[in-house]
């Protein structure tokens, strides 16, 4: 079974501090990842796609991938309350010819005041 | 910037009746695509659209499940004798060709009674 794992928190952090959020994957051949958020009752929102290993950096995000380790992160710089959000790791399949996606349950984070 | 679109964005219907999910993709998008989350649980995949025919489908998507792209805007889900299980929120993707993001729709919560 291909699976997506992430912690579902809930991962409480300050105002201003970095979030970081991890994920890990058992399908060693996968080769696009991808960081949603939902916000309760929404659809997920794409924030981050990343396919090779290392960081990839856009505005207060960053994507780390390393495939050795299949392991997903995000960290989030200079969290906001608007941050607080369920954000979903997600994977492609690769052994599904129409690159479906799988996704983690997500990891319920919350910034604080 | 161009959105999936969805309607409605909530149907209440009898188990055992018939029901209609309407997407429209975004425009110069080919790939489509329907997942489904029950209330508190994972992102699933239902089914992928390419082409004019499905590419793929998950083991959900069973004879009770069809899908359209009845013209060349509309993407459409039939849930053909509901059930109570199908209670979930039912969400159309779309992606472009030579891409690998998907990006989602509102969604369309789906309450069997």
């Known amino acids: 079974q291909k699976e997506v794992e992430q912690n579902s928190g809930p991962l409480s952090v300050p105002e201003g501090a970095i979030a970081s959020l991890n994920c890990t994957y058992s399908?060693?051949?996968?080769?696009?990842f991808f960081w949603y958020r939902q916000y309760s009752g929404k659809s997920p929102e794409l924030i981050m796609s990343?396919?090779?290993?290392g960081d990839k950096e856009d505005g207060r995000f960053t994507a780390q991938l390393n495939k050795a380790s299949q392991y997903v992160s995000l960290l989030i710089r200079d969290s906001q309350p608007s941050d607080s959000a369920t954000y979903l790791c997600?994977?492609?399949?690769?052994?599904?010819?129409?690159?479906?996606?799988?996704f983690g349950s997500g990891t319920r984070l919350s910034i604080r005041p | 910037e161009p959105e999936v679109t969805q309607t409605p964005s909530h149907q209440v219907t009898q188990m055992g009746q018939e029901v209609i999910l309407r997407c429209v993709p975004i425009?110069?998008?080919?790939?489509f695509y329907w997942y489904r989350q029950i209330l508190g649980q994972k992102v699933e995949f239902l089914v992928s659209?390419?082409?004019?025919?499905?590419?793929?489908k998950s083991e959900i998507f069973d004879d009770q499940f069809s899908v359209e792209r009845p013209d060349g805007s509309n993407f459409t889900l039939k849930i053909r004798s509901t059930k109570l299980e199908d209670s979930a929120m039912y969400f159309c993707?779309?992606?472009?060709?030579?891409?690998?993001?998907?990006?989602f729709g509102p969604g369309t919560r789906l309450t069997v009674l």
């Open positions: 399908d060693r051949g996968s080769q696009s």
């Open positions: 425009s110069n998008h080919l790939y």
């Open positions: 993707a779309s992606r472009r060709a030579f891409a690998r993001e998907q990006f």
């Open positions: 990343i396919y090779s290993n």
């Open positions: 659209f390419y082409n004019n025919e499905i590419s793929e």
């Open positions: 997600a994977v492609n399949s690769v052994y599904s010819s129409a690159s479906k996606i799988i």
